[in-house]
């Protein structure tokens, strides 16, 4: 089967950095995403990744390693907005988008 | 600006009456989808449209039916709603399938009672 495995909830402080994992099994890969996602409201895209290595983008970076089945997405400077959760989804070789159940992430003053 | 919308953004029905979720865009984007999304779940796939061709996933229920009649409007139509059918709807679209950026609308919070 498909799997896609994300933390449940982390919690961090403001100001820090927090880095959210994402492993997966999929039967094939055609790149990863990430997308933020606040309470009651839609999924915004944050990144995709297709290649191994780093992408980055302002306060937010994201990893790949295809050969380990692993992603991560890095924040730093959080702040108190960036409270949400995080979704990790898969493209698979049926061009199909495999969703994670999401990182909540909560950031404390 | 390009965006993609729903209505209502809240819709409270009755067991079993028939209830119908709208979605459009603005983005002249070839692809439609419907997600239904529980709390603390992954969003789950109702089906999508290419264009004019409708793809239904395997596990959907047949109580959810679809509509595109034409590129900038989607409609969800959920037949005979059950209590386990309560949960946020939303709406996406992408140029093309596969790699492509999904947008999201705001969503619909269905509530059945």
């Known amino acids: 089967g498909q799997n896609i495995d994300q933390p449940t909830e982390m919690t961090a402080t403001e100001g820090a950095i927090v880095q959210i994992n994402c492993t997966y099994q999929?039967?094939?890969?055609?790149?990863l995403f990430w997308y933020q996602q606040h309470a009651g409201e839609a999924p915004t895209f944050l990144s995709y990744?297709?290649l191994d290595g780093l992408e980055e983008k302002g306060r937010f970076s994201s990893f790949l390693s295809r050969s380990k089945g692993y992603s991560y997405l890095l924040l730093k400077e959080l702040q108190m907005k960036d409270s949400a959760s995080y979704l990790c989804a898969v493209i698979d070789s049926n061009y199909q988008l495999i969703w994670g159940a999401g990182t909540k992430l909560i950031i404390k003053p | 600006d390009a965006m993609v919308i729903q209505n209502p953004r809240y819709q409270v029905t009755q067991f079993g009456k028939p209830v119908t979720l709208s979605c459009s865009q603005t983005?002249?984007?070839?692809?439609m989808y419907w997600y239904q999304q529980k709390s603390s779940q992954a969003p789950k796939l109702l089906f999508h449209?290419?264009?004019?061709?409708?793809?239904n996933e395997a596990d959907t229920p047949d109580n959810f039916q679809s509509r595109r009649p034409n590129t900038s409007f989607c409609f969800l139509d959920i037949r005979s709603p059950g209590l386990g059918d309560a949960a946020m709807y939303l709406c996406?679209?992408?140029?093309?399938?596969?790699?492509?950026?999904?947008?999201f609308g705001p969503g619909t919070r269905l509530t059945v009672l």
């Open positions: 983005l002249n984007h070839n692809v």
């Open positions: 990744n297709v």
């Open positions: 999929t039967s094939g890969f055609n790149g």
């Open positions: 996406a679209t992408s140029r093309d399938r596969g790699a492509d950026e999904q947008f």
């Open positions: 449209y290419y264009d004019k061709d409708f793809n």
